[in-house]
């Protein structure tokens, strides 16, 4: 089974849940509510970009790392959205205009699954990756409010990731409803 439990996403995970859904797919319900309590984890890593992004802009690394370990991610941080642009920049997620990248989102999302999720449970693969794309889809397809001439592009970044996340949490939640309530 798999033990590494992450369940804060540092900007490259994006998602918070795309290790733990695996456990949550396939565990108690009581597994479920162990793996919520290490929601303020403290052992996040910054990637090499992260690190970069936070040098360059003379950043306080407590600071972004802190809210870098929350659910929903503040609007108006401007130390944050400097960050999180830079950084979805350098991953070209994000354009120069503030236009986002969704097939590289999801590429890359689907990529990370793979790497993140220690099991030879193809099936388990297959449905996270549809889990997550499906996530980013949807908020392409109906992406939040905002004014792509008056926003920064690290709120348009916050606002997209925090869409991500809400609609990730609602496919877990179909997920834990129907293992412990039909299944």
Aim: proline residues 3%.
């Amino acid at each position: 089974m798999y033990n590494k439990v992450k369940l804060r996403f540092t900007i490259n995970y994006i998602f918070v849940f795309i290790p733990s859904i695996f456990n949550i797919l396939f565990a108690s319900p009581q597994s479920v509510y162990c793996m919520y309590q290490f929601v303020n984890s403290s052992n996040i890593q910054l990637k090499p970009d992260e690190e970069a992004c936070i040098s360059e802009l003379k950043l306080n690394k407590t600071e972004i790392k802190n809210i870098n370990t929350r659910d929903i991610f503040p609007e108006n941080n401007s130390h944050f959205n400097a960050f999180i642009n830079c950084y979805w920049k350098r991953m070209g997620w994000q354009n120069s205009k503030g236009e986002i990248n969704y097939i590289g989102l999801k590429i890359f999302m689907q990529d990370e699954v793979v790497r993140d999720v220690e099991t030879d449970n193809t099936a388990a693969l297959s449905l996270l990756k549809q889990m997550m794309v499906g996530s980013i889809e949807e908020c392409e397809r109906f992406p939040p409010v905002y004014d792509i001439n008056n926003d920064s592009h690290g709120k348009i970044v916050v606002k997209v990731q925090n869409c991500i996340i809400k609609n990730f949490h609602e496919v877990m939640k179909e997920y834990v409803y129907l293992l412990t309530n039909i299944l």
